[in-house]
């Protein structure tokens, strides 16, 4: 399967400023997905980032808040910007393991993110 | 809407113990994934579940789907403290959109 290097792993920032989380994969994939965890809760799929076009967005998430990056195959980039406390949360990339026929998806190790 | 409902959302078990953790879903899908995490950790992917009738064993886990009931379980053999941590189930009903359970958090004790 897939290995995602992902960072930071851990940040405190002051509300109002952004934060860039990078994910780095092995291999190269066509799509890539941004999750939050928030503290207690499951996982909420924020978008998906393919290389060469726009993020798709799912409900409750914009652009203009969390704009993501895809330069290539390999790489991508989330911000999370002008942040406030509600933004404390575990963001993690995933990837699908195709390799062989399908299969699961892998996480990178998450950022664990506090707004102050 | 899928909505993809884990039950229970927190289980203290005793070693040596059985139990089935249950994971239903509303939209129909014959992709289906259990992953585990540890606190502070991200999600170690434990099985593909990827056909009606599919099960899949790894040590004290196994997990079954029934497509047509929506409806997948975990079960536990003989508990251990090691065990110990949150299950999720999640749904692909295609477009690689996965649909995250609450979860399950596992308490194993002696």
């Known amino acids: 399967s897939a290995v995602i290097s992902q960072k930071p792993s851990r940040d405190i920032c002051q509300r109002g400023t952004s934060l860039t989380i990078q994910c780095q994969v092995d291999s190269q994939v066509t799509m890539m997905f941004w999750y939050r965890q928030q503290p207690g809760q499951s996982l909420t799929l924020i978008a998906t980032?393919?290389?060469?076009?726009?993020?798709?967005?799912e409900s409750g998430f914009v652009i203009d808040k969390f704009p993501i990056s895809r330069p290539n195959l390999t790489f991508s980039t989330l911000t999370v910007s002008n942040m406030s406390p509600e933004d404390s949360s575990i963001y993690l990339c995933?990837?699908?393991?195709?390799?062989?026929?399908?299969?699961?998806?892998?996480f990178g190790s998450g950022t664990r993110l506090t707004v102050v | 809407e899928l909505k993809v409902e884990q039950n229970p959302l927190f289980l203290s078990m005793q070693e040596g113990k059985n139990y089935t953790i249950y994971c239903n879903y509303s939209t129909t899908s014959d992709r289906l994934y259990w992953y585990r995490q540890d606190p502070g950790k991200s999600l170690e992917s434990l099985f593909v579940l990827l056909s009606n009738g599919a099960v899949k064993q790894e040590g004290r886990l196994m997990a079954s789907l029934d497509t047509k009931a929506r409806l997948s379980t975990l079960h536990i053999t003989a508990a251990v403290h090691d065990l110990s941590a949150t299950y999720f189930c999640?749904?692909?009903?295609?477009?690689?959109?996965?649909?995250f359970g609450k979860g399950t958090m596992l308490l194993v004790s002696p």
């Open positions: 995933s990837v699908e393991d195709s390799v062989g026929g399908p299969g699961g998806y892998t």
């Open positions: 980032a393919n290389q060469g076009s726009e993020a798709t967005y």
């Open positions: 999640a749904v692909d009903i295609g477009y690689s959109t996965l649909t």
